[in-house]
């Protein structure tokens, strides 16, 4: 049960905010050229994971569900963080723009990874 319902501290609604703004704030803004397609539809994929696999564990109806779509939620944001990383280092976006980004990311991975030990416990 998540006792940060409704709060800041609500991991699906961080994740949720995450995904939107990200997407608002970083992708739209990546110039749409062949040589970025690709990394636009990589960001792409894995945030719609992350947000989706957030959803679909918490209406997981076991623990062995609950952990496995959060397995996927902690390997989609990690893949987030690794392209925000290379579209930072490549200059795709301004590194002020998306170092918030990155630094939430990394927050969440940590949040969610926590979230996995414990349900293990």
Not at 9 to 17: A, G, S
Not at 24 to 34: A, E, F
Not at 73 to 85: A, D, H, I, Q, S
């Amino acid at each position: 049960m998540n006792k940060y319902t409704n709060t800041d501290k609500d991991i699906h609604k961080r994740i949720y905010l995450f995904v939107v703004n990200c997407f608002k704030n970083i992708v739209k803004n990546i110039y749409k050229n062949p040589e970025n397609l690709p990394i636009i539809s990589q960001i792409s994929s894995s945030l719609t994971s992350m947000g989706a696999n957030d959803q679909e564990a918490d209406a997981s109806e076991s623990k062995k569900d609950f952990i496995a779509k959060y397995t996927i939620v902690k390997k989609e944001t990690k893949e987030t963080r690794y392209w925000l990383l290379v579209i930072r280092d490549t200059n795709l976006v301004k590194a002020v723009d998306i170092n918030t980004y990155i630094q939430e990311c990394h927050e969440i991975l940590l949040i969610v990874s926590k979230i996995i030990k414990n349900t293990r416990e």
